[in-house]
């Protein structure tokens, strides 16, 4: 499964942005996909997941009603909408895959995509 994460931007304290990420070369719907992102200096965090179906969502607690994860499946696309934007989401954004697994966790992912830049001035 090869995965493509695009959308990322400078944006500022308050603005919203949503990232895309497109898969191809396997079968998108028997996959939990999940968003991870990794600031400068930092490890790379859990941010929101999505179960193959769209059916259940989970979300760190630090994004929790500001970012909303979704899918489409006859796009072969994961969405993840941030709204409110905070300096401190500055990061890399990464997608990830698993299949049949919630991607809650960096070592539950079997694929990753190439990330998107998100930079949030205050």
Do not use: H
């Not at 603005?15 to 028997?30: E, I, P, V």
């Amino acid at each position: 499964v090869q995965l493509q994460a695009y959308g990322g931007g400078l944006v500022q304290a308050g603005d919203s942005l949503r990232l895309s990420c497109a898969a191809s070369g396997g079968t998108f719907r028997m996959y939990g996909m999940g968003w991870f992102r990794q600031a400068p200096g930092k490890e790379r965090e859990f941010v929101a997941a999505i179960s193959w179906s769209g059916g259940s969502t989970y979300y760190a607690d630090s994004v929790k009603g500001r970012f909303a994860i979704s899918r489409d499946n006859a796009k072969n696309t994961v969405y993840l909408q941030m709204n409110s934007l905070k300096p401190e989401d500055t990061a890399i954004y990464y997608c990830a895959a698993a299949r049949d697994a919630i991607v809650t966790a960096a070592n539950r992912a079997l694929y990753w995509g190439q990330g998107t830049q998100v930079t949030v001035s205050s």
